[in-house]
């Protein structure tokens, strides 16, 4: 079959000479097919993500082409403003990859607003809200290597397509032949016909407006001081953070030269996410040097954000997802509580495998902390929830330990420019009382206890990763973990379990040890990876990474 699969490519006009070259490489090749034609990219937990190059299991114009007929097929079937909104950031086939997509949704009728220039998830997120799109289409890769494409697709409330829509999209796309299923039109043709449109400077100004109306004190940057070095990882970041940064009066703003301007292959990042330490070397080296209050780096569809705080002993530590997540939500808290613009019966929402230390603050502070499945698309969907009742002022804040946070409901997913901003403000906001990030978050650890959260991650590639990962899985319900380092399981939460969790679907296993420890066990929907969360608890941080040590090295077995 694939190997057919593979010839009917190998006979057909490609338009792209690069894939047709690598088919005639892989001439032979057997296993070089298979990867490339034996499967379809699947829609994982944000959209389809896969390497580029050339075959049904690989990023490339006619795979995008198919899914943008999928997405037209519904956008068809649902009236409205028949509009489907697209951006892309800086990544290698990213203009390509989105012009292929308007000049499908045109050729099938659709009115298209897509980006001038390589614009955000958020700023997706919000032009598919703007222009009441019927969806909307984000061609990235987030934070993967330089070697992968990917394509987030948006409901029409802004936030990704959660399983149902999900389901109905990629059952379009499955009726739609690769090669020859899709409607197309040139784009030229497109924006001669006035059905690709830019988008507006409107849109564009409207999006910061809603961003700076989310700053707890506003004003408070003008006169603090604070120096800051940024680096966009040569992503989509670099427009709107500083323009946001400046708008709020932060002016000492250096940006890491050789990660400042669009480079998809990420020649000093070669793994562009700031979970990685050596994303944010190159950051934190010019901090040292320039003796920056804080470092902060976006990924290149700039929907997460890391940063490097100076510590009062002049070093600087890198701040995880986690403890980013807590020390924001417990900022917006105590501010929006200090300025009396708490709304009443507030939410925040965070994925179960985000720290429980955010359900101790949320408790403090009486917000009610919902928690959905990894994936910032669940979260968007708690704000439509909340906004189908006229409530969605009650949202005030969500995260994911995987660097991704949201302040406001003018967007639906993540967003690494209102978090920035707010990470500035709360910076400033510490140093105006002679305190720092630093120190806030010790006073947390003290309050509520000292929790450490790590995630561990196993890669397994190709076809073959996917199958020993399904196996790993498997075997874990099998034959169900009783103890881990001396530790007796007490409850196993299987996600398959609908009933059991309230939630929808998921391949994850929670594991509940009796010493209050747990880990959590999932493959990842975005890299050919299974991960392992850990929570554990101690008088101090030695004594919580003895804990989390000693139980990873008990679970690595199950999963390799
Ligand atoms: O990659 P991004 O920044 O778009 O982020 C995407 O992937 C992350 C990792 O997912 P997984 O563990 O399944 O790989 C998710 O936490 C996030 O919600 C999702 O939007
Ligand atoms: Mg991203």
Known sequence: MYQDE?????????????LGKELR????????????????????????RGTLGAGTNRMNIWVVRQATQGVADWVKGEGGTQTVAISYD??????TFAKEAAGVLAANGINVRIYDEPM?????????????ANAGIMVTASHNPAKYNGYKAYGPDGCQMTDDAADVVYNAIQKTDVLTGAKYMSFAEGVEKGLIKFVGEDCKEGLYKNIEACQVRPGL???????LVYSPLNGTGLVPVTRVLRDIGIDDVTIVPEQEYPNGYFTTCSYPNPEILAAMEKGVELAKKTDADLMLATDPDADRVGIAMKCPDGSYELVSGNEMGVLLLDYICAGRQEKGTMPKNPVAVKSIVSTPLADAVAKHYGVELR???????WIGDQILGLEKKGEEDRFIFGFEESYGYLAGSYVRDKDAVVASMLICEMAAYYRSKGSSIKQRLEEIYSQYGRYLNKVDSFEFPGLSGMDKMKGMMENLRKDPIQELAGKKVVKVIDYLDTAATGLPKANVLTYELEDGSSVIIRPSGTEPKIKAYYTTKGKDLAEAQAAKDKMAEAVKPYLS
């Open 6 to 18: 593979y010839k009917r490519w190998l006979g057909a006009d490609l338009i792209d000479c690069d």
């Open 25 to 48: 490489d892989i001439e032979g090749d057997d296993d070089a097919i298979k990867e490339r034609f034996a499967a379809a990219l699947q829609f994982g937990t944000a959209g389809l």
């Open 90 to 95: 800086t990544r290698l086939k990213g203009w």
């Open 120 to 132: 955000p998830v958020p700023a997706l997120s919000f032009a598919t809200r703007f222009y009441k």
């Open 221 to 227: 940057c003008k006169t603090a001081g604070l120096k």
């Open 371 to 377: 928690h959905t499945l990894t994936g910032f698309k």
